[in-house]
């Protein structure tokens, strides 16, 4: 449809269309808000900032492990591509945001899980 923009919206957990110009009545996600594709499992919620428009936020853990597995890479290897490529990479005023320590022990599923900073 003309005039309106794509967007998975994480609330609602389905893909909709937005009109132009419009932020996601759900979410809040905006055309400028930006993803990180082939991490969507380390998608952990949006965040927001006093009078900006809100950012998707990830798991740094979440990406490593999803590295590890599905790239087959290292632990090290994984954090140094992914601070090469993600972590230092600055894309806008959209760049999605990248949560650290995850507190929140419930959402990991695996103890084991890597790189709990």
Known sequence: MEGMWKHYC???ETEMEVGKGEEC???GAT???MKWGGFEDALIGIAERHTKPPLYCYSYGRCIKIL???DGMSEEEAEE???YNYVNAWIGEGT???L???YWYDW???DNSSSRH
């Open 100 to 102: 650290y320590n995850e």
């Open 31 to 33: 055309e400028n808000t």
């Open 10 to 12: 994480i609330k609602e």
């Open 81 to 83: 591509y992914f601070s």
């Open 25 to 27: 009545s759900w979410c």
């Open 68 to 70: 590890q597995e599905r």
């Open 108 to 110: 990991i599923k695996d």
């Open 96 to 98: 999605p945001l990248i």
